[in-house]
């Protein structure tokens, strides 16, 4: 049985805006990350952990195995939220909510990939489809769902509830 990954997050938003990622496989360790994690998950093959920094407009990738970040945090949008991934594992969406945009980032670089992808006010909760070929994105602030062709990483917009939180794809 292949052991779990458990990532808790400990924001701080105290004048220092610090905080921690505790990551837990076998061995617990406290992993500072920066400024006020806010969002992670976990890469589908369990080895890296993408936590999304609030506070810093960026986003770093611990190393499960040994409890570290890799390599240096990578900057994206104003206020990241959350992360999804393609099915096939090369690609990480992270909704940006404060400035209303989606970045891409590769799995196998860790860097962005071409612009950000703009979208509805307050982007918050983004989920990949099965097949790869859309992003579909919770657009809090104006009651929309943005709909992302991950192939051009166009983005379409569907009319949702009230202040779209989150979304997720069975």
């Not at 969406?93 to 962005?112: L, Q």
């Not at 909760?125 to 062709?149: K, W």
């Amino acid at each position: 049985m292949a052991q779990e990954t458990l990532i808790p997050i400990s924001p701080s938003r105290g004048s220092t805006g610090g905080g921690t990622v505790i990551t837990l496989t076998g061995t617990a360790a406290t992993v500072t990350a920066g400024t006020t994690p806010y969002g992670v998950a976990v890469s589908p093959d369990g080895t890296k952990a993408y936590v999304t920094l609030s506070g810093s407009n960026a986003m770093v990738v611990v190393g499960t195995a040994t409890n570290t970040v890799v390599g240096s945090p990578v900057t994206i949008g104003i206020s990241p939220r959350t992360v999804a991934f393609t099915p096939d594992r090369t690609r990480a969406y992270v909704a940006n909510n404060g400035s209303g945009t989606v970045s891409v980032i590769s799995t196998t670089t860790d860097t962005v990939l071409g612009g950000p992808i703009g979208v509805g006010l307050g982007p918050f909760g983004v989920a990949v489809t099965p097949d790869g070929a859309h992003a579909h994105v919770a657009d809090q602030g104006v009651n929309n769902l943005s709909v992302i062709d991950t192939a051009t990483n166009a983005a379409s917009v569907v009319t949702a509830g009230s202040a779209p939180y989150g979304v997720a794809i069975a």
